[in-house]
């Protein structure tokens, strides 16, 4: 599935960029370098004319390319059709190497480590990644840390404010659920990512006074991954993998988790991890559990400990995982947010 989401972007490079690279072993030019360099140049006219593959008749009008490699150059129907059978193992040896050097662009980029998750628009501190570290508010569209969230909030004169407002833009909280949508609805209209993510929740499980309507969330999942929330990808993974709302599709469902963990969401890391655990690929699960436990994950870590006891991972690769976790924590700790993790439950953020 990799191979065909990336297949254009690879077939340019190929072409402009292998030089003396090799793929295993071999050089992975040779195929393109004959048959790209199937044309020559008239000095006189500086005018490039193409050569045909089968005749050799040379002329700026032989533009019949071969349908599968589309590199290969005849004169006419005719002189495609009689070469076919000697073409044939270069037009494929071209097409592999397009499609291996695709799926290894798609891996460089699938196993980057992504961007950390914004910091805490009032205490600056990087944002945790648990769902319950974080708050998003419907007034302001902004997601506030645990910490900053429980704080206590002040008015002009230094004083405690004991209404309950927002610590980041002042508005009174909503003192009932409906007063809470309708803010939400006023983000969906305005273009918010997570308020139109959130709305197709709402439709997908027909909670908050919306009809369930699969086909509207999934519409609106889109919508709101377009606009850069990765959670959306995630969701529309899920739904291609279990059949929820959709036909059960499990290369869809690969492809979304990939785009959803590419931009950052862990769950969709965690998954991948999970489902190459399951297949046997145990180097791509361990890559995607150790990019989940540097992003926050802590499952992640428990994961490479379990295929590390089964002699499936190095002691290199859980000392590694534990590295990348300690390294998240220390970006995301702070005494404001231990303070709210002890006060309640709810505001715990690793």
């Known amino acids: 599935m990799a191979i065909v989401v990336y297949i254009i972007m690879v077939t340019s490079v190929a072409d402009s960029s292998c030089g003396n690279k090799e793929?295993?072993?071999s050089p992975?030019?040779?195929?393109?370098d004959i048959l790209q360099n199937m044309s020559t140049t008239d000095k006189d006219k500086d005018i490039a004319v193409s050569v045909c593959a089968n005749c050799g008749k040379e002329g700026s009008d032989i533009n019949n390319t071969c349908n599968k490699c589309k590199q290969a150059k005849y004169c006419?129907?005719?002189c495609k059709k009689k070469h076919r059978h000697k073409h044939k193992k270069q037009c494929e040896e071209h097409i592999r190497l397009v499609a291996q050097n695709a799926a290894n662009l798609h891996d460089i980029e699938l196993f980057k480590q992504p961007p950390p998750k914004d910091d805490c628009p009032i205490c600056f501190i990087r944002s945790p990644t648990l769902e319950s570290g974080t708050r998003y508010k419907t007034c302001c569209g902004k997601f506030i840390c645990s910490g900053c969230i429980h704080a206590p909030v002040y008015d002009?004169?230094?004083?405690?404010d004991n209404e309950?407002?927002?610590p980041f833009c002042?508005?009174?909280l909503p003192t009932t659920v409906e007063e809470g949508i309708k803010r939400e609805k006023k983000r969906f209209e305005a273009g918010d990512a997570v308020a139109i993510f959130n709305i197709g929740c709402y439709n997908y499980y027909g909670t908050n006074g919306f009809?369930?309507?699969?086909?509207?969330a999934l519409e609106l999942w889109h919508r709101a991954a377009e606009l850069g929330y990765a959670k959306a990808y995630c969701n529309i993974g899920n739904a291609y993998s279990t059949g929820d709302g959709v036909e059960d599709d499990k290369e869809k469902s690969l492809h979304y988790h990939e785009l959803a963990a590419m931009k950052g969401d862990l769950t969709a890391r965690y998954n991948l991890g999970c489902f190459e655990k399951k297949a046997g690929n145990i180097d791509r699960a361990l890559k995607h559990f150790i990019i989940a436990a540097r992003g926050g994950r802590k499952q992640a870590i428990d994961q490479v400990k379990k295929l590390y006891t089964k002699g499936d991972a190095t002691k290199d690769d859980y000392a590694r995982a534990l590295q990348s976790y300690q390294t998240y924590l220390g970006e995301i700790?702070?005494?404001q947010r231990d303070k709210a993790a002890a006060a309640y439950d709810g505001y715990r953020y690793y």
């Open 76 to 78: 006419n129907a005719a």
């Open 23 to 25: 793929v295993d072993g």
């Open 211 to 216: 009809p369930q309507d699969c086909k509207k």
């Open 333 to 335: 700790k702070s005494r």
């Open 164 to 166: 309950k407002k927002c």
């Open 170 to 172: 002042r508005t009174p």
């Open 156 to 160: 002009n004169q230094g004083q405690v």
């Open 28 to 32: 992975s030019c040779d195929v393109n």
